[in-house]
């Protein structure tokens, strides 16, 4: 089923194309920066279109699927809805329609006659795109296409999306905000188990021509099914990435006097950080978007990505969670695992993605409710949260 992860791979970028456009070109540009302006009727249309470019990447990665691989569209899910209602009260529904013609027609409705606009996002949602990675053309997995479902996120951070800073300087190679913050998730795991199967982060905005002004991104990906795990990073390690902790039989692993490092929220808990900070010392590092700090975790910046919240998803985390079990680690119930007593050999509480939270209503059925924590190394894992533990535990006594 290796067809499945290689078409996924082309409609992200396929997807990144169009998060591309629309900043890029100067008729969609306008429409995304209206929220910029005074008046009630422009903030309206800017979140209008906003959304639209959402629900665009999303039925391009929805319809493309669907093309290739009749039937799997019934499993794909994602966080928008493909319903607008335009200045006139017309319910509209978007899809791709079979010529760009037909789709600039629809956008047109739905972006009130902006014709410009419309022709330009056609334009683009109907270019033809190749990706070409040679290690999936050496690896043929097969998956029973009817255990798949799919997450989608299709622009996570969306207000750097929008906000668009391009000159953010990192901090050891993170990004605290900005448009490299801004991730397309796709994330595959079986309907039956909740296991997440495969996964992939396009990070559209990556390196800026500062001749151009045009952006270049990034792809990663990962599959883990049956003993066979496979990663982009084993081919093609970033600059600044450790590669030390990328399996369980890694020999760093057994360095326990090494420092932990973090990547948390900017609304996370004081009781979080204060606690952090004894664990990981100076090495907390603060980012928008729970792709892209999953994504420092795929990427050996941090040891660490946690968050105590429970106002991540589903679409947020399942594609970052494919790559890291390909990779040797995962994503877990950060609530459980403070409860878990780990000398009761119990497993760890990794998250799964079929069953949707008991009682709850809307988006919140698919929150991670227990708060996550990304990690790349089960032993380094196992190590932080005896330190978190006791740390938190040493609050919660002076206090």
């Not at 989608?152 to 190679?173: F, H, R």
């Not at 309907?191 to 270049?216: A, E």
């Not at 900070?277 to 892209?292: L, M, N, P, Q, T």
Request: charged share 25%; with cysteine; net charge negative.
């Amino acid at each position: 089923m290796s067809e499945v992860l290689r078409e996924l791979l082309r409609v992200s970028e396929k997807a990144a194309n169009i998060a591309r456009a629309c900043r890029q070109q100067e008729a969609l540009f306008q429409l995304l920066i209206e929220e910029k302006k005074e008046g009630e009727k422009n903030k309206k249309f800017t979140v209008d279109f906003k959304t639209l470019a959402d629900v665009l990447v999303q039925e391009v990665i929805r319809q493309n699927m669907e093309s290739k691989f009749p039937g799997l569209e019934k499993n794909i899910f994602g966080e928008e809805s493909n319903e607008f209602t335009n200045d006139l009260g017309e319910k509209i529904t978007m899809k791709l329609c079979s010529t760009e013609e037909e789709t600039a027609e629809l956008l047109s409705k739905v972006l009130s006659g902006n014709t410009l606009a419309s022709e330009a996002l056609a334009s683009v949602v109907h270019q033809d795109v190749t990706f070409v990675d040679p290690a999936l053309d050496s690896m043929e997995i097969n998956i029973p296409q009817d255990i798949l479902g799919i997450w989608v996120d299709p622009i996570d951070s969306t207000y750097q999306y929008i906000k668009g800073a391009a000159d953010i300087k990192s901090n050891q190679g993170i990004f605290p905000c900005g448009l490299q913050c801004v991730t397309i998730l796709i994330g595959v795991y079986d309907i039956q188990t909740g296991v997440p199967l495969m996964g992939v982060i396009n990070q559209p905005f990556v390196f800026q021509d500062l001749n151009t002004h045009s952006w270049k991104g990034q792809c990663y990906w990962g599959l883990s099914y049956m003993g066979t795990n496979i990663y982009s990073l084993q081919f093609d390690v970033p600059e600044g990435s450790s590669s030390d902790n990328q399996s369980e039989n890694t020999s760093s692993e057994a360095e326990p006097s090494q420092a932990f490092s973090a990547v948390i929220s900017t609304s996370e808990k004081e009781t979080i950080k204060a606690a952090l900070s004894h664990v990981c010392g100076e090495s907390i590092f603060r980012a928008a978007g729970a792709g892209y700090k999953s994504l420092c975790v795929v990427q050996g910046l941090v040891d660490i990505y946690i968050f105590s919240e429970d106002t991540t998803f589903k679409w947020d985390s399942c594609a970052a969670h494919a790559i890291l079990r390909a990779m040797g680690g995962g994503i877990v119930d950060m609530k459980r695992c403070l409860e878990r007593d780990p000398k009761a050999g119990l497993e760890l509480p990794e998250l799964l993605y079929h069953v949707e939270n008991q009682g709850a209503t809307g988006v919140d059925r698919w929150a991670n409710k227990g708060g996550l924590i990304a990690y790349r190394s089960r032993k380094r894992l196992e190590t932080f949260l005896s330190l978190l533990v006791q740390s938190l535990s040493s609050s919660e006594v002076q206090t």
